[in-house]
């Protein structure tokens, strides 16, 4: 079913670190994927496939921490639509911005991230073994 969260993104200043955490505090398994977007990017598994719940990755801050007074700073929700461009008409059409462009995941995805009005960033995912190829 589309239009549901299928994916988070978790921002570190220092993934190994970070990773650590997650690690010993919940059990999570990671998986290198920067090949996919030629940058750092690992792969959360947050438990057994078939079991509630999504899976997600980690990746480099962009820029410096919000300061603690600002609370939420920086998960970020996926999710997959069966046609990218069509949503993201739907996106822009209701007052969202583009954030990052729609790039191919090379053999797996279209992805692209978004601002809504409140200026949360969101995430869209098609699946496409073809993107990029």
């Known amino acids: 079913m589309a239009n549901r969260p299928v994916h988070f993104e978790l921002q570190a200043a220092d993934l190994e670190r970070a ?10 398994k990671f998986e290198d994927y ?12 947050t438990g057994e496939e078939g079991t509630p719940g ?3 990755a980690i990746q480099p801050r962009p820029a410096e921490r919000p300061s603690l007074e600002m609370g939420t700073n920086s998960a970020v929700l996926t999710m997959e639509v069966e046609n ?5 008409q739907k996106i822009l059409m209701a007052g969202g911005q583009v ?3 729609k790039m191919a995941l090379t053999g797996m995805a279209w992805q692209g991230y978004y601002l809504d009005t409140e200026g949360n960033v969101f995430g869209i995912h098609q699946p496409d073994e073809q993107a990029g190829l």
């Open 34 to 45: 920067s090949e996919y977007v030629n940058s750092p990017y690992f792969g959360i598994i």
């Open 99 to 101: 954030a990052l462009p």
């Open 19 to 28: 990773m650590k955490f997650y690690s010993e505090v919940f059990d999570w």
């Open 54 to 56: 999504i899976n997600g």
């Open 84 to 88: 990218y461009d069509q949503t993201e």
